[in-house]
Each structure stands twice: as C-alpha cells, then as structure tokens.
C-alpha cells in the first residue's frame, strides 16, 4: 500500500481545511487509516483513525468535535475535515494505514504518506 497525503495549505485561524490521503493498491480498504502531526520540535501526535470500512472513527482529545475523519473506499480515500482551525494547528500531516488499530493509533503502522504541511496564521 502507498499512501499519498495532500491538501495542506496556507489559512488564516478559524478557517478549514480538508486533508487527503489517497491510497494505492486493492488491499487499501482493508486497513484502518490514520492522520498524525508533527509540529517543530515536538513529538508525532495522533489525531484520528477510521476503520476498514467507515463504521468506526476514534480521535485525539485535542482535536475531537473539530476535526471529523471519513473514507470513500471506493476511490480508496480518506479525508481529514478540520475546522475552527488554531495557530498550534500548524504542522506537517501525514496519514498511515495499518490493520491493527491499536498498533495504528500508537503510531505504528505500516504504512506512511510524505506528509503535507499546514500553516495557520493568527
């Protein structure tokens, strides 16, 4: 599986911006799917995940009720909505896709895209 993330930009705070992560290979809607973020000089951090199939999402407390993750498998997709969006939003994104949830939300997985950076001016 590759993973190919993009969408990142340049916004001013309380904007939106919505984050993709186009995966190759058939075998792609079998995997949970990630975002994570990497500030400088900070630690990855996790942000939210989706099941296999769309049915189950999980998110990070610091980002939970404004960021909303999706999938549309048949286009092998997944989409990280973000709102309300916050200069400490800034950072560079990368999705990863792994079976094991658990292994997933740790940072483990799999599979990782190059990461797209997002910048979020006060």
């Known amino acids: 599986v590759q993973l190919q993330a993009s969408g990142g930009g340049s916004v001013q705070a309380g904007a939106s911006l919505t984050l993709s992560c186009a995966g190759s290979?058939?075998?792609?809607?079998?995997?949970?799917v990630g975002w994570f973020r990497q500030a400088p000089g900070k630690e990855r951090e996790f942000l939210a995940a989706?099941?296999?199939?769309?049915?189950?999402?999980w998110f990070a407390d610091s980002v939970k009720g404004r960021f909303t993750i999706s999938r549309d498998n048949a286009v092998n997709t997944v989409n990280l909505q973000m709102n309300s969006l916050k200069p400490e939003d800034t950072a560079v994104y990368y999705c990863s896709a792994e079976k094991n949830r658990e292994l997933l939300t740790r940072g483990s997985g799999d599979y990782w895209g190059q990461g797209t950076l997002v910048t979020v001016s006060s």
């Open positions: 989706v099941n296999w199939s769309g049915g189950d999402t």
């Open positions: 290979g058939r075998s792609f809607s079998t995997y949970a």
